[in-house]
C-alpha cells in the first residue's frame, strides 16, 4: 500500500470528525460523491488535509507547470472543502437559502454583451 494509500485510508476511518464539513440538506446530498477521502486519477489523496502527496503537482512545481493541471473537480472534495465554511454557502446548503444577487456585480458596468455593439440605451440616446 502507498503513502497516499495509507493516508487516504486513515482519513476515511475520520470522516465524521472532518472539521471542514457542513450539514447538507438532503436535496444536496443525492449524487454529491464520496463523503471519504479519495485518490484522484493523479494518484493524489483528496480530503484528507494533509496537502502533501508525492503525486501532487505542487511537490513537482516548476516554472513550467500548467496551473490548469489542478482544475476540475477531481481536485475538489464533495463535501470537505474549506469553501463550504463561507456564510453564503452556509446558508445555502444548510438552510437552503440562495445567494442574494449583485453582490458581485458593477452597477456601473454592463458586461452582458459584446464590447463592439452598442446597448439599447445608447442606440436611443443617440436617436
Request: proline share 7%; glycine share 8%; no cysteine.
Amino acid at each position: 500500500m502507498s503513502k497516499d494509500q495509507k493516508q487516504a485510508a486513515s482519513a476515511q476511518d475520520q470522516s465524521e470528525l472532518d472539521p471542514f464539513e457542513i450539514n447538507f440538506l438532503p436535496q444536496f446530498e443525492q449524487g454529491r460523491g464520496p463523503h471519504e477521502a479519495f485518490v484522484n486519477e493523479h494518484g493524489v489523496v483528496i480530503g484528507d488535509h494533509e496537502y502533501e502527496s508525492d503525486n501532487s503537482p505542487l511537490e513537482q512545481w516548476t516554472a513550467e507547470t500548467d496551473p490548469e493541471v489542478m482544475a476540475g473537480d477531481e481536485w475538489v472534495h464533495p463535501y470537505k472543502d474549506i469553501g463550504f465554511q463561507s456564510a453564503e454557502n452556509r446558508d445555502y446548503f444548510e438552510k437552503g437559502i440562495a445567494p442574494q444577487g449583485g453582490i458581485f456585480t458593477h452597477p456601473d458596468k454592463d458586461v452582458s454583451f459584446d464590447p463592439g455593439e452598442s446597448t439599447t440605451k445608447q442606440k436611443e440616446d443617440e436617436a
